[in-house]
């Protein structure tokens, strides 16, 4: 069974750092892209990044390039976001996701999210 | 980037009824766009991707049609466990993009 778990949201102040992690389970995680989709509080669906299955693509939506980075350890399973520079807009419900090939794409399966909140 | 559009933003509906949900895309995508279903508390659940083939496990109420840059979601008699909001996503051009979602409620 896919499963895929979030975690490292939390409260954090405008300007500062958190990392996101993602731990995959229940299939061959170096086979697929991956991407995180985030939902502020009462809004839509944003697409923030995605890594395609090597590692070596990443892509950003235009919103957070620059401060946030994407990255996987395919020995441990694992998708990070590390967020910087943390903007009110920021907070939100973050979902990672996998993509249905190896390249980005459609999202087959997603996490349960993990809540980031960038307040003073 | 390309803007994704959905109408209606609600839709009011009783089950049974027959639901179209409109998404429109700022240019071509082709075919490559995805419909999610998403209810509170709940991750997003893949509908439809390639504009009209059915995700795995989903009912075939649900149905998917067009290309290029207009595209429609169809459930074709609407059950209770239907009410939730809609978003379609291309898949065509980075940076992806989702559509603003459409609330499907109880009439």
């Known amino acids: 069974e896919v499963q895929l778990l979030e975690s490292g949201g939390g409260l954090v102040q405008p300007g500062g750092s958190l990392r996101l992690s993602c731990a995959a389970s229940?299939?061959?995680?170096?086979?697929?892209?991956m991407t995180w989709v985030r939902q502020p509080p009462g809004k839509g669906l944003e697409w923030v990044s995605a890594?395609?299955?090597?590692?070596?693509?990443?892509f950003y939506a235009s919103s957070v390039r620059g401060r946030f980075t994407i990255s996987r350890d395919s020995s441990e399973n694992t998708l990070y976001l590390q967020m910087n520079n943390l903007r009110a807009e920021d907070t939100a419900l973050y979902y990672c996701?996998?993509?249905?090939?190896?390249?980005?794409?459609?999202?087959?399966?997603w996490g349960q999210g993990t809540l980031v909140t960038v307040s003073s | 980037d390309i803007q994704m559009t959905q109408s209606p933003s609600t839709l009011s509906a009783s089950v049974g009824d027959r639901v179209t949900i409109t998404c429109r895309a700022s240019?071509?995508?082709?075919?490559?766009l995805a419909w999610y279903q998403k209810k509170p508390g709940k991750a997003p659940k893949l509908l439809i991707y390639?504009?009209?083939s059915l995700g795995s496990g989903v009912p075939s109420r649900f149905s998917g049609s067009g290309s290029g840059t207009e595209f429609t979601l169809t459930i074709s008699s609407l059950q209770p466990d239907d009410f939730a909001t809609y978003y379609c996503?291309?898949?065509?051009?980075?940076?992806?993009?989702f559509g603003p979602g459409t609330k499907v409620d109880i009439k």
């Open positions: 996701a996998r993509d249905s090939i190896p390249a980005p794409y459609y999202f087959d399966y």
């Open positions: 229940g299939f061959t995680f170096s086979d697929y892209a």
């Open positions: 890594i395609n299955a090597g590692g070596g693509s990443t």
């Open positions: 240019q071509s995508i082709s075919s490559w």
């Open positions: 390639k504009a009209a």
């Open positions: 996503q291309q898949y065509d051009t980075y940076p992806f993009t």
